[in-house]
């Protein structure tokens, strides 16, 4: 109830009888003012409970993202360690560039053949195409829906 102070005083009185404070053997004055109090009290010690919970629950969440930001942390700091040790092992062992050179050429190598290989296999396919293009087909024969070119619409089909 974002707008209780709009409430008329019976729409008060039945709010505070829900809530079980407002009993019809009150002996006291009950006019708007004391029954908007009330429901005012109320609603503040509901707000209240709300945030609390509220609270908690973000409590408990900041403490799981800290812990998941360590994990985090400490996994980074130990892949750099890691890296950092491989690094030194390379730099100490002298062949290592060499080796790496060597191998990279190898790669090179195997890559071009299989490029070549490639090449030969499109080269003899489109020999293939070729010698079945000697044919020439006529298309209007075979289908009579077939658009024609014409080349005053800047060379598109009709």
Do not use: W
């Not at 062992?93 to 790669?107: L, P, T, V, W």
Request: with cysteine; aromatic share 6%; glycine share 4%.
């Amino acid at each position: 109830m974002d707008t209780i102070h709009k409430c008329s005083t019976f729409t008060l009185r039945q709010e505070l009888r829900k809530h079980g404070l407002f009993q019809d053997n009150y002996a006291g004055p009950i006019n708007h003012s004391i029954l908007l109090q009330k429901m005012i009290e109320i609603l503040h010690n509901e707000n209240e409970k709300i945030n609390k919970k509220e609270f908690e629950r973000m409590k408990e969440c900041q403490v799981e993202n800290n812990d998941f930001n360590e994990q985090m942390k400490q996994k980074r700091l130990e892949l750099k360690l890691a890296a950092i040790e491989r690094s030194r092992q390379r730099q100490n062992e002298k062949d290592y560039f060499a080796h790496k050179m060597i191998s990279n050429q190898k790669g090179l190598m195997k890559a071009e053949e299989k490029r070549g290989i490639i090449e030969n296999v499109e080269t003899s396919d489109t020999e293939e195409m070729e010698s079945s293009n000697d044919k020439k087909i006529d298309h209007e024969n075979i289908d009579p829906f077939a658009m024609k070119f014409c080349p005053k619409i800047s060379g598109r089909y009709a």
